[in-house]
Structures are given as structure tokens and as C-alpha cells.
T-cell receptor, first 110, second 113 residues
């Protein structure tokens, strides 16, 4: 079946970095998205990747390896306000559904 | 920033009552999704549309939920007879044609008492 897996929690320190991992298994691949979601709020779009490699978007960067069914979201120069859940979502082929992981709750401490 | 508009933000219903929520997709986005997110942050796909046509939906949606995306009117999702287990955050998202990401509205938080 199709699935998207993420670690439930991640802790890091202000000023350093955090890497949020995502592994997926889908029928085909038509793109992977990363979202930030704060408690009680809707997901906010961060990044969308369809090709292998690293996509640098400043504070957020994303990496994709389609052959390994793997992506990560890299946050650099962490701030306390980066504490949130980060969701990975994958669109397969042969359908229109987008499958979401349960999110990784990132806690940035001083 | 997302331009998907969902109303109402909060909805409180008794068991057996109807619960209706609306969504205006971002202008120019022909594809609309509805998801249910539970208290464990798990996403459940409910239904999606391309323009006014249903693309996919799950069994639950077929039986107790009704949804539509009429032209020139907001999309809507209605639970015909609310159950306690329907309490969740209902998220509407839209995207452009082709390989594009989803953009979410603020959601409607439904509480069924």
C-alpha cells in the first residue's frame, strides 16, 4: 500500500540546524511537498520538489532521492519560532490523491 | 500565502445534526481536496474535485458525507448526520492543473457533542 513515514519528534537548539526526514512508498511519483503546521492551524506550504537533488530556498532546503523514496527538509539557523510540526506529502501516479505523513514535531530550545 | 477561504472556522453540532462547511479555492485552481485531520494530526483524504466533477472519494464520504463544487459558488462539504467521531479539523486545499502543490485554507474545526 501507499505510505509516508516521518519521525514523530525532533529536538534541536536555536542557531543550529534540524533535518526532518521523510520516507515514502507510493504507486509512482508526481511530486513531494513540505508543509509547516502550528497547533490548531492549517498547514502552510514550504516547498515542492519533483526532481532529485537539493533545492536551496534559504532558511528551508529540501532534498529528494526518488530511487530511495526519501526526502528531507533542512532548516538552518534555527529560531525558537521554527518550533512546529513539519508535514511531508507525496502525490503518486494513477490517481489524484496526495498522501500525508503524520508530521514531525520539531522543538527548538534556547 | 494561501488564498483558500474556509468558513466557518468553528462549528459545534449535536449528534445526528447536519454539519456544513464551505471552501472557496484559490482563483484559477481547478482541483479541490477535502481532508479530515484528527487530534493525532493524521490526515484522512475525503474527496477531491476537478472543476465540478468528483475525481475520487472514500466510502465514508459516499455514505454519510455529501460534497459539491458548483461553478461560481463555494465548494461545500456536509455531514448528513454528525457522529462524535467526526470531531476533527476539516481542511480544504486547492491546486493548479498539472504538477503543483496543494494550498490549504485555515480549516473548519468541527466539534460534535
Amino acid at each position: 500500500g501507499q505510505g509516508v513515514e516521518q519521525p514523530a519528534k525532533l529536538m534541536s537548539v536555536e542557531g543550529t540546524f534540524a533535518r526532518v526526514n521523510c520516507t515514502y512508498s507510493t504507486s509512482g511519483f508526481n511530486g513531494l511537498s513540505w508543509y509547516q503546521q502550528r497547533e490548531g492551524q492549517a498547514p502552510v506550504f514550504l516547498s515542492y520538489v519533483v526532481l532529485d537533488g537539493l533545492k536551496d530556498s534559504g532558511h528551508f532546503s529540501t532534498f529528494l532521492s526518488r530511487s530511495n523514496g526519501y526526502s528531507y527538509l533542512l532548516l538552518t539557523e534555527l529560531q525558537i519560532k521554527d518550533s512546529a510540526s513539519y508535514l511531508c506529502a507525496v502525490r503518486g501516479t494513477g490517481g489524484y490523491k496526495v498522501v500525508f505523513g503524520s508530521g514531525t514535531r520539531l522543538l527548538v530550545s534556547p | 500565502n494561501s488564498k483558500v477561504i474556509q468558513t466557518p472556522r468553528y462549528l459545534v453540532k449535536g449528534q445526528g445534526q447536519k454539519a456544513k462547511m464551505r471552501c472557496i479555492p484559490e482563483k484559477g485552481h481547478p482541483v479541490v481536496f477535502w481532508y479530515q485531520q484528527n487530534k493525532n494530526n493524521e490526515f484522512k483524504f475525503l474527496i477531491n474535485f476537478q472543476n465540478q466533477e468528483v475525481l475520487q472519494q472514500i466510502d465514508m464520504t459516499e455514505k454519510r458525507f455529501s460534497a459539491e463544487c458548483p461553478s461560481n459558488s463555494p465548494c461545500s462539504l456536509e455531514i448528513q448526520s454528525s457522529e462524535a467521531g467526526d470531531s476533527a479539523l476539516y481542511l480544504c486545499a486547492s491546486r493548479g492543473q498539472g504538477l503543483n502543490p496543494l494550498y490549504f485554507g485555515a480549516g473548519t474545526r468541527l466539534s460534535v457533542l
